[in-house]
Structure formats: structure tokens, C-alpha cells
């Protein structure tokens, strides 16, 4: 791997940094929020959105979700021997590591319904648990997860699919699997996309919610 720009930068692109240039560029006067949680920082960032349209505090929010590749990022995976040296199977059970990606998505949410073009789709819920169970490992018994499924479905069992983060490792699929299992949710179908598009790190979630808009105005 060639050392990116991004390697070699002096820390003007430090997250905070970045997001100020942003926001300058597109004349936003409001002051940007960085939400840097790792893989699952653009899911966060919508649910964030949701919660700042719902208290009045704003009427749009635009999310962005973006990482790049880079030496220490490849070889930090390495060192956890959890990259596939194919494209990625998510929860096959032949599956024997990721695939990284790299990439960037953006969503616009509002709470004004005539900029929605039909069909509108509608964030409904979202909820961030963490587990703190390893430094670098998830748990082995997936309760995270299953309280966030458990808290964004509340009642709601008119669930058609899953769209997980999937990333074809052994012990994060497991425990995927597990957490929606106990959530009551396991017959319904799960899909993952990063057998597609790698695992994008802070992008991915994002990306994947992107993909699942699209799949879903598609059959409405």
C-alpha cells in the first residue's frame, strides 16, 4: 500500500478540523458535531439527527459518514489476523475474515415533509448500546446489541429484514447472530453488504443505510 496524503499530513485533518472546512465550504452556520465511534459512527450520527430534529432544536440535519485507508488502519487488522484474503462471506459458514473498503455517504433528515420526495421513508427509532466488554473484541453474548434491537423495535415485530453489519469474522457474525436471535427476530431474513463494498469502517453504517433506502423505494 502506497503512503496516502492522509499519512502524510501535518493534522490539518484532525476529525474536528475537517468537519469545520465542511461546514465552511457549504456556508452552514450552525457549528458541525463530530460523532467519531468507530464502526458504527455514521449509524450514530443518524440516530444523534433524529434526536436533535425531535427536541425542536433543528429541522434538518445532514450526516455524513466517511474513513480512508491507510497503513496503520491495514496493519491494525493484520495484527488481529482478521483479514480474508478473498472477498468477504458474511455469515457463511465458511467465512474467514473481512474486507476492507473505502468510501464516504451522506442523508439529509428533516422533519419537513415537503422536501421528501415520494416514497418517504422514515427513520422511526434508533438506540446505541455498548457492552464494554473487550478492548478490541465483541461479547461473546451479544446483550449490546440485543438491548439497542430491543429498544429501536420496541413492540414492533412487522420487521421484513435485517440489514446487519455483517463483517464475515467469526466471533462478530456469532455474535450478530445470537443478539437478533434473542431479540425474537430470528426468522427474519439478515443481509449484509459488505461482501459488496469491503468494510468502509466509519462509513459503513451509513452506507448501508443508504442501500437499504434505495432497496426499499424500489419496492414500495
Known amino acids: ?19 469545520n472546512k465542511i461546514a465552511s465550504y457549504f456556508g452552514f452556520v450552525n457549528q458541525p458535531q463530530v460523532i467519531s465511534n468507530a464502526c458504527i459512527s455514521g449509524v ?4 444523534v439527527g433524529k434526536r436533535l430534529i ?30 480474508s484474503e478473498q472477498p468477504c462471506k458474511p ?64 413492540n414492533n415485530t412487522d420487521i421484513d429484514i435485517i440489514s446487519a453489519h455483517g463483517t464475515a469474522t467469526p466471533y462478530n457474525d456469532d455474535m450478530e447472530s445470537k443478539a437478533i436471535y434473542n431479540s425474537g427476530l430470528g426468522k427474519v431474513p439478515v443481509v449484509s453488504t459488505k461482501g459488496y463494498t469491503g468494510h468502509t469502517l466509519g462509513a459503513a453504517g451509513i452506507i448501508e443505510i443508504i442501500i437499504g433506502v434505495e432497496a426499499m423505494k424500489k419496492i414500495l
Open 1 to 19: 500500500m502506497k503512503e496516502s496524503s492522509f499519512e502524510k499530513s501535518n493534522g490539518d485533518l484532525e476529525l474536528w478540523k475537517t468537519a
Open 44 to 47: 450514530a450520527g443518524c440516530v
Open 54 to 83: 425531535d427536541s425542536d432544536l433543528y429541522d434538518n440535519v445532514v450526516v455524513v459518514g466517511a474513513d480512508v485507508l491507510s497503513r496503520f488502519i491495514v496493519s491494525g487488522f493484520q495484527s488481529f489476523k482478521s483479514l
Open 91 to 154: 455469515f457463511d459458514v465458511a467465512r474467514d475474515g473481512l474486507s476492507l473498503g473505502e468510501g464516504i455517504g451522506s442523508i439529509i433528515l428533516t422533519n419537513n415533509e415537503s422536501l421528501v420526495t415520494s416514497p418517504k421513508i422514515v427513520l422511526q427509532n434508533g438506540a446505541i448500546s455498548n457492552d464494554a466488554n473487550h478492548i478490541s473484541g465483541p461479547s461473546r453474548t451479544g446483550e449490546g446489541l440485543q438491548i439497542a434491537i430491543t429498544k429501536t423495535i420496541g
